[in-house]
């Protein structure tokens, strides 16, 4: 009841608070997962690990859908109700209008009565009624969501700058490495050239050279060994970097995930409780809460509102309506089309955003499983291992 509390009533559906997405590159993102995959495929205990992630995001989506679809669900019952009601033949209809009009002049004389002595409008205060049985529960949830979300930006600013750190030093190793060629090739010519001038010296000017030849090749040796430690040392380093960019693409990778299905989540938060901030929630609750302990002495007049709600839904129950109960919520509706159209667009809105929550959760489990097969049909020397990890997958879900 609390959650319908929330979707349904008097109160105008809120526009949608739209959340800017990262901007994401496709072709870098290609490459970079391209670049993910030829590496962790070479080696038996990254590829368990490719293969563990692809299975958890099949379930994580899998987990989010199901979700999803209880609450969709729910969404499509209720219009379906309207649908019926709509449908009612007048005889069953008429009792039912009566007993709505009785209800709604009754909380009009209410909220005059209330004015007098009020200075929060009826609409937020129908806002903090519906909330209340969801806090402060609600509000702990969406400031988790807020504050995921600012660690998830911040988490995805600091791999980025990593990942470009780490580039730029890939590519200074591959110039250093370039360079160091350069230097042997130098080297070479720089003994050859000694060589000769010694011949020279000996050969032309019939001059004792041997002290330059030991000089010439242990000057030589001790460069070459110089030049060829540094070079192992530059490739060591060179596959250091290449194995954590895997890493930090990885990680990157998982991290977007999340934050789409987070900022989805925002998205239809903001919807459900019709604000645009965990703020301005606690701001109007708190004002709510103080506007309710001053209401208290209106009590008496309510008991006539509820004794006229359990009139109505006496007469709702019998009807093949799933939620009778949700109907005191919105009695308006009853007698005024448009406000059962304004109604029935407010949850189609909802439908369509959990629709597109469903279809995002649904593309993740679908690339997830491709990844798998495309793995299988490139590298069939694997199939008998993801085949086994897919079963394994399977029997746990």
Known sequence: MAFWDGLLGKKKQSSLTTI????????????????LKQHQLAEPSLREKFI??????????????????REYDTITS??????????????????????????IRLEAEHKSY?????????????WGERLNPMMPEAYDK??????????IRSDLGRMEGEKQAYYYRRNELASMQA??????????????????????????????????????????AVAFTFLFVKNMDLRKEARVVEKTICKLIQMHNTIKIRYVNNTNLLDYLYLKYEVSSAKEMNQRFDAFCKEKAEREKFEKAKSDIAMYRKELVALLRPLPIVTPNLWIYQVEALVNHNEMVEIRHGLITQRQNLRKQIEYNRDVAILAKKELEVLIKEYPQYSTEVLRRMEEFEKRT
């Open 78 to 103: 209720h219009l379906t109700d309207m649908e019926e009601v709509e449908r009612l033949p007048e005889h069953l209809i008429t009792p039912i209008k009566d007993c709505a009009t009785k209800i």
């Open 179 to 220: 360079n160091l060629k350069g230097i042997v090739l130098i080297t070479l010519i720089a003994v050859l050239v000694c060589v000769v001038v010694l011949l020279i010296m000996q050969f032309g000017f019939e001059m004792d050279a041997y002290l330059g030849y030991i000089l010439t090749f242990l000057g030589a």
């Open 20 to 35: 800017e997405y990262e901007p994401i590159d496709a072709e870098n993102e290609a490459e970079e997962n391209a670049f």
């Open 142 to 151: 969406l400031c988790q969501a807020e504050e995921y979300q600012k660690a």
């Open 52 to 69: 563990g992630r692809m299975l958890e995001q099949m379930k994580e989506a899998a987990d989010e859908m199901d979700s999803l679809h």
């Open 114 to 126: 209330r004015a007098k002595e009020s200075h929060m409008s009826e609409t937020e205060y129908s």
